[in-house]
């Protein structure tokens, strides 16, 4: 009976309207901001973090960033599978922001993934990990710069009626939990060396 269930009714049922609101009162030059740092900037971080890491040979960023993707991606999978959330935008049936900025790029995205993958967000746990390791760098420019996707990325997700605040609270303690794991094993495997 649970197979093929959408539980977005039941988000939306203690959460209300709110992420819908954001979609009845966009700013264009918001929707833009928020679109270039979810579909150029954030996917840009992805990229350039590990590289980074591997030209200054950042060990420790690499192996944690590395870890840290497969534990969010090992969690979040069981529950794309068995507790699918369609995103906010498709459930209102609301014009997505991303083609008003980008005509024609949910059909690219949406070749790879569905629109009932939102519980958690990745963008929001992936963002999280990655300001996190960011930080092993001591480069005060990149931190900044990964914080500020970071931030910039989780508020896109709510303003851009993409993902549902659950979604993002979800994704944010999937992050927190793995970055606290990481943190413990690799401290435990520092003390065996």
Known sequence: MLIGYDFAENIKGFEGNIVFWFSQNWIPVLVYFFVIMYIVVYPFT??????????????????????????????????????????????YNKECALEYVIPSVEN????????????????????????????????????????????????????????????VIAGSLLAIGVIFLLRKIMRNQEKNE
Do not use: R
């Not at 840290?68 to 068995?82: D, K, N, S, W």
């Not at 995205?109 to 967000?121: A, D, K, L, R, V």
């Open 108 to 167: 690219f995205f949406y070749s790879t993934t569905t629109n009932n993958n939102c519980f958690p967000s990745l963008h929001t746990a992936i963002t999280i990990l990655v300001a996190y390791t960011i930080t092993f760098t001591n480069n005060k420019k990149f931190i900044y710069f990964g914080y500020f996707t970071m931030v910039s990325v989780i508020i896109s997700v709510i303003y851009l009626s993409i993902h549902w605040i659950s979604d």
């Open 46 to 91: 992805l990229w350039f973090a590990p590289a980074y890491f591997l030209l200054t040979n950042n060990k420790k960023s690499m192996k944690f960033l590395s870890y840290g993707v497969l534990f969010i991606y090992l969690i979040a999978i069981p529950l794309y599978l068995f507790l699918p959330v369609t995103n906010v935008y498709t459930y």
